[in-house]
């Protein structure tokens, strides 16, 4: 049988990545050199680095190097004397703040998730709390047909269930596969914004994942709102009576 998927087996995409550049930022020397550099928007070469920081040069190409290969620093190549031609001297390593956005939090956040729906829903020209909800089913449906394409050609209800749980993780939801096929989904990516406004981001969750169920193809399932403290409001559930096997319901849905 395939396995099902849950959120403890399998980390979100670049989670992994992301824990490694903050951790890479606890060597006290490195993250005095990762300041320095970023605080100089032109960047900052090996030798005045080394200097700011009170250290050989070597080590300060060590560290900024690693810096580097984390992705919290970029490098390149320029001559810092700004002349060209014969004699002007070897392009120095010069390194500067990434552009790369690096965030990380414990429970995971999706902050721009939220943003991307209220802005669809200000500038749609609609009523805004119904605008919310059309956008968060219209996002919904792409999150779903994502899912229902990874999982592959005529999937079973257990791959759909696994595949589903990938993209829904992606998204900071948390999601697991309790004992009787429903996914419960443990954390909330808009909190605390969600207990502030608990009415309108609870129901914009039950829009996005009614439109995701609904492109996913997994017969048998809705989404419900079930509010729970510390976990989302909606589960996907399966309704009672739903027919269909882990092999065949989802491969003809």
């Given at each position: 049988m395939e396995p099902t998927h849950t959120a403890a087996e399998s980390p979100p995409p670049g989670l992994e990545e992301r824990i490694a550049a903050f951790a890479s930022l606890a060597d006290p020397t490195r993250r005095r050199l990762y300041l320095y550099a970023v605080s100089r928007p032109e960047g900052v070469g090996r030798d005045e680095a080394a200097e700011a920081a009170g250290i050989t040069r070597a080590l300060a190409a060590f560290h900024l190097d690693r810096l580097t290969s984390d992705g919290?620093?970029?490098?390149?190549?320029?001559?810092?004397t700004g002349r060209t031609g014969p004699g002007a001297g070897r392009p120095a390593k010069i390194y500067r703040r990434s552009?790369?956005?690096?965030?990380?939090?414990?429970?995971?956040?999706?902050?721009?998730?939220?943003?991307?729906?209220?802005?669809?829903a200000l500038t749609s020209g609609d009523e805004p709390s119904d605008a919310l909800l059309d956008s968060a089913r219209a996002l919904g449906r792409n999150l779903g047909n994502r899912a229902r394409s990874q999982a592959g050609p005529r999937p079973s209800r257990r791959r759909?269930?696994?595949?589903?749980?990938?993209?829904?993780?992606e998204c900071g939801f948390g999601p697991g596969v309790d004992g009787a096929g429903c996914v419960q989904l443990t954390n909330c990516p808009f909190?605390?914004?969600?207990?502030?406004?608990?009415?309108?981001?609870?129901?914009?969750?039950l829009a996005l994942l009614?439109?995701?169920?609904?492109?996913?193809?997994l017969k048998g399932y809705g989404a419900i709102l079930r509010r729970h403290d510390g976990a989302c409001c909606v589960a996907l559930e399966r309704r009672p009576g739903a027919e269909g096997d882990d092999a065949t319901d989802a491969a003809t849905a």
């Open positions: 919290l620093l970029v490098a390149d190549y320029r001559r810092l552009p790369k956005d690096l965030s990380f939090s414990v429970p995971q956040r999706n902050y721009e998730l939220l943003a991307r729906l209220l802005v669809e759909l269930l696994a595949s589903a749980c990938a993209v829904l993780d909190h605390p914004l969600s207990t502030e406004y608990r009415d309108l981001v609870c129901h914009a969750n009614t439109g995701f169920v609904s492109e996913l193809g």
